[in-house]
């Protein structure tokens, strides 16, 4: 399942964006990350990510710094689900490499007017991404695809309708889902079919290798704070590595909601023409409205093949044998 394909990868590491990394590293080309703040503060991610990297052997992947605040919103962290310093108890050692210098931003935009091959992978708040669409607006022609974990087609996280990486900075959000760049978005209406429990974590320990060792740690500490850990921003990568994972998804028009006295920060997905045929999920019963609103800007993600991606994290993990 090795393949050539190129990604930039934007993340907030982050436990399930750690995970996202092992996979990525092993079965794409990853041509650089940037780090954004989200999940806890950028001195983390930005350390968080470097960490990563060079635990699995991939020191040589580029890792940038870029913003650490949303455009307009306060800043929210999700601490209470990542730890305070983002990796569960890990306590991040002395790393190798020197920091690169360039800000992440730059390096993106550097990086997808060099070629027009790469996808661009979202993991964490898009405010990186955002902030490069506006100093660069011929980016949104270079970049031909963005997979997105964020928003939700059904319900939210951060509150009833909104997802945690959109919610926390909506008009950055709104900025991508409006660019024009095609979006497959893995919302948490499919990241909640997936649900690794204590049997993944004794699997992971079973197995050899600090790499594993270090995954185990981390699903652990994750479980431990619901007794089950949905690796959200797995699911996003393993879309590219193995499309069969992801069993159906639907074309639709999202606007992402940025005034709403309760919705702040909820992708509005528009999925009248589905109601009542797919997914089996639904709570309609038939169609009611024809549609001929909004063009379809993306492609949600809504069944989960959750067997196939356990498969495909454990033999990664595995496969490290470091
Ligand atoms: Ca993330």
Redesign the pocket.
Known sequence: METSKKVWID??P?I??SFALLLAMKHLSVVGISAVG??TGLDHTFRNARYVTELAGYGDIPVYAGYDMPMFAKPERAEYVHGSRGLGNIMVPGLKGEPQREHAVDALIDAFCCQTDMTLVT??PLTNVAQALLKEPELKHKIPEIIS?GGSVTTGNYNACAEF?IAVDPEAAKIVFESGIPIRMVGLNLCRQNSMTIAEVEQLKALPGLVAATAADLLEYSVNQGRQSQLC?ACAIAWLIDPAIITCALPMHVDVETKGEFTRGMTVCDYRDYIGTAPKEDIGREVCYPVDGSKKNVLAAMEFNKTRFKELLIQTIKSYEV
């Open positions: 993340c907030d982050g399930d964006d989200g999940n993991l964490g974990m990486n921003d």
